[in-house]
């Protein structure tokens, strides 16, 4: 069982808009604001598309965005495109010796 | 650019170590954190250790007392090494970047393409 709890599946139609959430505690997501998201193609390495709750790498669309109320971050991907077809991966800092959390994965199917 | 690539065994005896070398190129290794995780097939991340370039390292709690990780400064490469592996241990490894404001990567920005390692005789 992963420490932080993802939906195992959502899906979405193409130009829809879906969130994606991460539900912690108050020892990780909701006492920090370092939540990360990836997202991985299969056979492919995770790659990041949120960091700090809400910030963009270079690169990465505006039609991901990201965001956190009290214990649970959600990743929200408007404008759905068939390449956004992924799993899709939270992570967040945490105030215990493991110091990092990863969610189990959330697997994201564009009808 | 800088790119990042994992090299290493694809099978290792159980009992044994596992040993793993992250090539860094485009860049220093001389800063940022840098990271090695892994993943079971089918499943999800796990962070095993990050080292800062001062050689100050972090190791997962679980993977403690099996876990070591140094730099090579001189070949700009990372390296890992896993002993006493079990099949538990068997899953395709990563290395990768660390972005940092707390002292801790809290972001993984650069990954390498992984490399799977099996643990079986």
């Known amino acids: 069982q992963s420490a932080l709890t993802q939906p195992a599946s959502v899906s979405g139609s193409p130009g829809q808009s879906i969130t994606i959430s991460c539900t912690g505690t108050?020892?990780?997501?909701?006492?920090?604001?370092?939540v990360s998201w990836y997202q991985q193609h299969p056979g492919k390495a995770p790659k990041l598309m949120i960091y700090?709750?809400?910030n963009r790498p270079s690169g990465i669309s505006n039609r991901f965005s990201g965001s956190k109320s009290g214990n649970t971050a959600s990743l929200t991907i408007s404008g759905l495109q068939a390449e956004d077809e992924a799993d899709y991966y939270c992570?967040?800092?945490?105030?215990?010796?493991?110091?990092?959390?990863f969610g189990g994965g959330t697997k994201l199917t564009v009808l | 650019q800088v790119q990042l690539q994992e090299s290493g065994p694809g099978l290792v005896k159980p009992s044994e170590t596992l040993s793993l070398t992250c090539t860094v190129s485009?860049?220093?290794?001389?800063?940022?954190?840098w990271t090695w995780l892994r993943q079971p097939l089918g499943k999800g991340l796990e962070w095993i250790a990050y080292?800062?370039?001062?050689?100050?390292?972090n190791y997962n709690p679980s993977l403690k007392s099996r876990v070591s990780t140094s730099i090579d400064t001189s070949k700009n490469h990372l390296s890992l090494k896993l002993t006493y592996v079990t099949a538990a241990d068997t899953a395709v490894y990563y290395c990768?970047?660390?972005?940092?404001?707390?002292?801790?990567?809290?972001?993984?920005?650069?990954w390498g393409q992984g490399t799977m390692v099996t643990v079986s005789s």
């Open positions: 990768a970047r660390g972005r940092s404001t707390i002292g801790a990567p809290d972001a993984f920005d650069i």
């Open positions: 485009g860049g220093s290794i001389r800063s940022n954190y």
């Open positions: 080292i800062y370039y001062s050689r100050s390292t």
């Open positions: 108050s020892s990780d997501v909701g006492g920090y604001n370092y």
């Open positions: 700090e709750v809400s």
């Open positions: 992570s967040s800092y945490t105030s215990s010796s493991t110091y990092m959390l």
